[in-house]
């Protein structure tokens, strides 16, 4: 089944008991039980709900995997994830990932012993210098927030595959329409489904896909234990996003590789961070994992004065400034000041992400309204 089948037709079923083509919205936290134990598959919300399994063989079907997770928010999926390790154990990460990610390895886990090394992946052969007999995980954004560094994950999955590691994926960013993790060896995708999933700044959830039954089984007893689970009206608004996640991103490519283009011959413009770009790091491994290059992209002004970052984004008029990506609206953001505030300054700097560094969620527009709303915003600095 091809891709833009899947988003439709992947994992789903008609409802049995009315042929109703959507699922319906079961608004309830238990089911009714003939004898002790003896029910038809559900006893309790926290534990499955029919809408919430619809949406979950959904996001198995379009990743290429077997089982899904649906979980109350992105970050609810990674503190499951990391629910599977002990104290003593090792985690390597890109240096360059979401500031929510770096906050929870960092503050929180960081505390009951998980160890955890920042390190950069565009050469991703570099990831075996830190690998030791504690390391248990190797944690990869591509394309990584805010930077859009690129990194190999066939070369990841062949090194977690020779040192028995788990590969986790965040594809939030690219999305299975344009990448597919699993298919290169990652063991775990991970989607702030708030982001592109959903499609429309409407819900905030969190999703894993898994192919091994075995890891499965027991991200299945945290989401049960832990309860972070999504409701079945949030799991109905994935799902309904998802439908339409493959015209979406078709418009959401097209749109940021004009936007790019523009920015990039831009005189006030400095550099430009997009991995469409020929002279983008790694940017022959995004042609070679990639369908395309995405709707995200960042950029820095010359001069590097915080003051005139400000200045542009406070005078976008299409472009909306508000935190999160991948909605249908176009968004602006500051990392140094917003997602990425809760990584210290030296270490934000160390991989780019300056003061006068803007990050853009292009979204589905007309590309003319969004190139003049950055040439007005522009012409004032």
Same mark, same amino acid.
């Given at each position: 089944?091809?891709?833009?089948?899947?988003?439709?037709?992947?994992?789903?079923?008609?409802?049995?008991?009315?042929?109703?083509?959507?699922?319906?919205?079961?608004?309830?936290?238990?089911?009714?039980?003939?004898?002790?134990?003896?029910?038809?598959?559900?006893?309790?919300?926290?534990?499955?709900?029919?809408?919430?399994?619809?949406?979950?063989?959904?996001?198995?079907?379009?990743?290429?995997?077997?089982?899904?997770?649906?979980?109350?928010?992105?970050?609810?999926?990674?503190?499951?994830?990391?629910?599977?390790?002990?104290?003593?154990?090792?985690?390597?990460?890109?240096?360059?990932?979401?500031?929510?990610?770096?906050?929870?390895?960092?503050?929180?886990?960081?505390?009951?012993?998980?160890?955890?090394?920042?390190?950069?992946?565009?050469?991703?052969?570099?990831?075996?210098? %830190?690998?030791? =007999?504690?390391? @248990?995980?190797?944690? +990869?954004?591509? /394309?990584?927030?805010?930077?859009?560094?690129?990194? !190999?994950?066939?070369?990841?999955?062949?090194?977690?595959?020779?040192?028995?590691?788990?590969?986790?994926?965040?594809?939030?960013?690219?999305?299975?329409?344009?990448?597919?993790?699993?298919?290169?060896?990652?063991?775990?995708?991970?989607?702030?489904?708030?982001?592109?999933?959903?499609?429309?700044?409407?819900?905030?959830?969190?999703?894993?896909?898994?192919?091994?039954?075995?890891?499965?089984?027991?991200?299945?007893?945290?989401?049960?234990?832990?309860?972070?689970?999504?409701?079945?009206?949030?799991?109905?608004?994935?799902?309904?996003?998802?439908?339409?996640?493959?015209?979406?991103?078709?418009?959401?490519?097209?749109?940021?590789?004009?936007?790019?283009? %523009?920015?990039? =011959?831009?005189? @006030?413009?400095?550099? +430009?961070?997009? /991995?469409?770009?020929?002279?983008?790091?790694?940017? !022959?491994?995004?042609?070679?994992?990639?369908?395309?290059?995405?709707?995200?992209?960042?950029?820095?002004?010359?001069?590097?004065?915080?003051?005139?970052?400000?200045?542009?984004?406070?005078?976008?008029?299409?472009?909306?400034?508000?935190?999160?990506?991948?909605?249908?609206?176009?968004?602006?953001?500051?990392?140094?000041?917003?997602?990425?505030?809760?990584?210290?300054?030296?270490?934000?700097?160390?991989?780019?992400?300056?003061?006068?560094?803007?990050?853009?969620?292009?979204?589905?527009?007309?590309?003319?309204?969004?190139?003049?709303?950055?040439?007005?915003?522009?012409?004032?600095?």
């Amino acid at each position: 089944m091809d891709f833009n089948t899947k988003v439709i037709h992947g994992g789903q079923v008609h409802d049995p008991s009315t042929g109703a083509v959507m699922p319906p919205i079961y608004q309830t936290s238990t089911y009714a039980q003939t004898s002790p134990g003896d029910h038809k598959g559900y006893e309790y919300s926290r534990t499955g709900n029919p809408t919430r399994t619809a949406l979950e063989n959904s996001l198995a079907s379009i990743e290429n995997g077997n089982y899904g997770l649906a979980f109350a928010s992105g970050l609810a999926s990674i503190d499951a994830i990391m629910k599977l390790l002990e104290p003593g154990d090792e985690v390597i990460s890109t240096n360059d990932l979401y500031g929510g990610t770096f906050r929870l390895f960092s503050t929180i886990f960081k505390k009951f012993g998980i160890n955890f090394h920042f390190i950069g992946m565009n050469d991703a052969e570099e990831i075996e210098n %830190y690998i030791n =007999s504690k390391t @248990k995980v190797i944690w +990869v954004e591509s /394309p990584t927030n805010p930077m859009l560094n690129i990194i !190999d994950l066939q070369k990841c999955g062949e090194i977690s595959k020779k040192h028995d590691l788990m590969l986790v994926v965040d594809n939030t960013f690219a999305t299975p329409y344009l990448q597919c993790p699993l298919d290169f060896g990652a063991d775990v995708v991970m989607h702030s489904a708030t982001k592109y999933l959903g499609g429309h700044s409407d819900v905030v959830m969190g999703a894993l896909v898994v192919k091994d039954k075995e890891l499965a089984d027991k991200l299945y007893f945290i989401q049960n234990a832990s309860g972070a689970i999504c409701g079945p009206m949030d799991s109905f608004l994935v799902l309904r996003g998802i439908k339409t996640l493959h015209i979406r991103m078709q418009r959401h490519c097209e749109n940021g590789r004009a936007v790019a283009h %523009y920015l990039k =011959s831009h005189p @006030k413009i400095d550099r +430009v961070y997009w /991995p469409g770009f020929e002279d983008h790091p790694n940017h !022959d491994i995004a042609l070679s994992q990639m369908n395309d290059f995405g709707g995200m992209l960042s950029f820095t002004l010359k001069g590097n004065k915080k003051s005139d970052a400000i200045t542009v984004l406070e005078n976008l008029k299409v472009f909306t400034l508000a935190e999160s990506l991948g909605g249908v609206e176009s968004l602006s953001g500051h990392p140094a000041s917003m997602t990425h505030a809760s990584i210290p300054k030296e270490e934000r700097e160390k991989t780019g992400v300056i003061d006068s560094l803007i990050r853009l969620s292009v979204g589905i527009e007309s590309e003319n309204d969004l190139i003049k709303d950055l040439e007005n915003a522009l012409n004032l600095v």
